[in-house]
Nanobody, 123 residues
Framework: VQLQACGGGLVQAGASLKLSCSDS????????MSWFRQAPGKEREFVAA????????SYADSVDGRFAISRDYGKSTVYLQMNALAPEDTAVYYC?????????????????WGQGTLVTVSS
């Protein structure tokens, strides 16, 4: 699996961004995928996950209602639509492929990780 994340950037508070992560080797179709983030000086934290069918999702409380995860099987890509961004959303965002088909919030369940894309939200 080779994951390529993109879509990050510098935005003002209240703006929206859409991250994408493509699996160039197309080996993640039977696995859950997720987004994690790591802010400066903080540990990596779970953001959102989607199961292999795309029918079940899970969100961190801090982003629930503002972010939406989705996936396109034809493109082997997972997306993260981020709305109403706030300065506390500033972080490097990582996509990951799980060892399992069901959603998982614990990073230990994830086998492959992308390189990360930086999101900076100014106040």
């Amino acid at each position: 699996v080779q994951l390529q994340a993109c879509g990050g950037g510098l935005v003002q508070a209240g703006a929206s961004l859409k991250l994408s992560c493509s699996d160039s080797r197309r080996t993640s179709s039977n696995n859950a995928m997720s987004w994690f983030r790591q802010a400066p000086g903080k540990e990596r934290e779970f953001v959102a996950a989607i199961d292999w069918r795309g029918g079940s999702t899970s969100y961190a409380d801090s982003v629930d209602g503002r972010f939406a995860i989705s996936r396109d099987y034809g493109k082997s890509t997972v997306y993260l639509q981020m709305n109403a961004l706030a300065p506390e959303d500033t972080a490097v965002y990582y996509c990951a492929v799980a060892r399992t088909s069901a959603v998982a919030r614990d990073a230990t369940w994830y086998r492959y990780w992308g390189q990360g894309t930086l999101v900076t939200v100014s106040s």
